[in-house]
Nanobody, 116 residues
Framework: QVQLVESGGGLVQPGGSLRLSCAAS????????MRWYRQAPGKEREVVAA????????DYADSVKGRFTILRDNNKNTVYLQMNSLKSEDTGVYSC?????????WGQGTQVTVSS
């Protein structure tokens, strides 16, 4: 059974850090393009980071470049999003996504709230 389970969200002060995890089962993350999305209150969902299958190439939204890092651990079949220097505008529900050809999988999301 295919499953993506996110964890690691929570409440953090501005300037703080969080690491989100996306644990996959039923497929191999190294063969999929993996992305982290977020949806802020009242806004559309946006992609914040991606990691590709070739050469561990990564890509980031301009708003998070230099602060967020997407990582893949093939041994654990898990993708991470390391988030540093968090800002209030980073608040939202973060979801991971896996795509390969016609396969398109989503996790349930984890809430990240950046507030003092």
């Amino acid at each position: 059974q295919v499953q993506l389970v996110e964890s690691g969200g929570g409440l953090v002060q501005p300037g703080g850090s969080l690491r989100l995890s996306c644990a996959a089962s039923g497929f191999t993350v190294s063969t999929y393009v993996m992305r982290w999305y977020r949806q802020a209150p009242g806004k559309e969902r946006e992609v914040v980071a991606a990691i590709y299958t070739v050469g561990n190439t990564t890509d980031y939204a301009d708003s998070v470049k230099g602060r967020f890092t997407i990582l893949r651990d093939n041994n654990k079949n898990t993708v991470y999003l390391q988030m540093n220097s968090l800002k209030s505008e980073d608040t939202g529900v973060y979801s991971c996504n896996a795509i390969r050809f016609q396969n398109n999988y989503w996790g349930q999301g984890t809430q990240v709230t950046v507030s003092s």
